[in-house]
């Protein structure tokens, strides 16, 4: 599984105009899924994500996780986060994991950071959404599990 995670002061998606899923500030998490992923990576993002220490503590230093502050969390599934550009100019997602596949992986991220004890907004599986953020810090990570 891969991830972008950014540090939000607020974000939202929308899917034709409808706001389906809205934080303040915590992480918005753009997830992709390829062929080998199961629930064990799904799980293992979870737990990173919870534990990540990116949010400021009361001296402005990248100390602290979500577990420890706001746990807001945005999930949004991304398959073009395995987009191949190393050849020619069109990407290629043959490493993106079938739909059948990720939708659940992707969801059962969101269900292990709930479990965990986030407040976990999600996008909507397979639909054009617009995604609005404002980023921290900039803080934004690439995660690989």
């Known amino acids: 599984m891969r991830a972008v995670v950014q540090r939000v002061t607020r974000a939202q998606v929308a899917v034709a105009g409808q706001v389906v899923g809205r934080i303040g500030a915590g992480l918005c998490v753009l997830v992709g899924v390829t062929h080998d992923d199961d629930r064990a990576s799904a799980a293992k993002l979870a737990s990173k994500l919870w534990t990540l220490r990116i949010m400021a503590d009361d001296h402005g230093v990248m100390n602290l996780s979500i577990a420890e502050t706001t746990r807001e969390v945005l999930v949004i599934s991304q398959f073009t986060l395995y987009g191949d550009t190393r050849k020619g100019r069109r990407p290629s997602f043959v490493a993106a994991a079938r739909p059948e596949q990720a939708e659940p992986l992707v969801e059962a991220v969101a269900a292990e950071l ?15 959404m ?16």
């Open 114 to 128: 709930r479990s965990l004890g986030a407040r976990v907004e999600t996008g909507r599986f397979g639909a054009d």
């Open 130 to 145: 617009a995604v609005e953020l404002v980023n921290d810090g900039p803080v934004t990570l690439l995660l690989e599990v």
